[in-house]
Antibody, heavy 130, light 111 residues
Framework: QLQLQESGPGLVKPSETLSLICIVS??????????WGWIRQPPGKGLEWIGS???????YYNPSLKSRVTISVDMSKNQFSLRLSSVTAADTALYYC??????????????????????WGRGTLVTVSS | QSALTQPPSASGSPGQSVTISCTGT?????????VSWYQQHPGKAPKVMIY???KRPSGVPDRFSGSKSGNTASLTVSGLQAEDEADYYC???????????FGGGTKLTVL
């Protein structure tokens, strides 16, 4: 069955760029309606949605992070990635990748998110520190 | 500060029912039927328990139910069991400018 696995450095220096990938196994990242998302959780705190992407490239971002975030899809490797620039200690968190089933909007012909995540990776802890 | 407001804690004895609230505004909870609820056990990834206000994914016990009135959504857990002890987070669609917002989470304790 479909599984997600986050991968990337566990330690990033302040002002540098955090880069993570999410490997999709057991299925195709090109599944027509699926959106792929990133959510983070600072230690001992709540969840924060970072953004979501469709394999077609349609992307939604959290406006509070939008100026620093890029989410992209690599169909050849069946994975999607997160880049967060100019990190500070406030970006220290457990980073999850997740799947949104999405749906086909008959009126527009586009695929839209369902705005909830039905499959999650285990998460990867990223610490921002010098 | 989270966009949606949840009580930090809730509790109940085995077999009892407990309801967790999630208060937003007309721009999120009150404006759309895209409220979801997640259960998170310590050290585990969140698991969706309710989506689109009232719908239960396959495999989620029918002891879990969701509802909404105005700008407040609620998750009710009936017939509490020890394994229900976890953190619960609500989430809502909030429009294209800020699509996904979460509540701060509620720690449910089974006494």
């Amino acid at each position: 069955q479909l599984q997600l696995q986050e991968s990337g450095p566990g330690l990033v220096k302040p002002s540098e760029t955090l880069s993570l990938i999410c490997i999709v196994s057991g299925g195709s990242i090109r599944s027509s309606s699926y959106y792929w998302g990133w959510i983070r959780q600072p230690p001992g705190k709540g969840l924060e949605w970072i953004g979501s992407i469709h394999y077609s490239g349609n992307t939604y971002y959290n406006p509070s992070l939008k100026s620093r975030v890029t989410i992209s899809v690599d169909m050849s490797k069946n994975q999607f990635s997160l880049r967060l620039s100019s990190v500070t200690a406030a970006d220290t968190a457990l980073y999850y990748c997740a799947k949104d089933l999405g749906n086909h909007d008959i009126l527009t012909g586009y695929y839209k998110p369902n705005w909830y995540f039905d499959l999650w990776g285990r998460g990867t802890l990223v610490t921002v520190s010098s | 500060q989270s966009a949606l407001t949840q009580p930090p804690s809730a509790s109940g004895s085995p077999g009892q029912s407990v309801t967790i609230s999630c208060t937003g505004t007309s721009s999120d909870v009150g404006g759309y039927n895209y409220v979801s609820w997640y259960q998170q056990h310590p050290g585990k990834a969140p698991k969706v328990m309710i989506y689109e206000v009232t719908k239960r994914p396959s495999g989620v016990p029918d002891r879990f139910s969701g509802s909404k009135s105005g700008n407040t959504a609620s998750l009710t857990v009936s017939g509490l069991q020890a394994e229900d002890e976890a953190d619960y987070y609500c989430s809502s669609y909030a429009g294209n400018n800020n699509p996904v917002v979460f509540g701060g989470g509620t720690k449910l304790t089974v006494l």
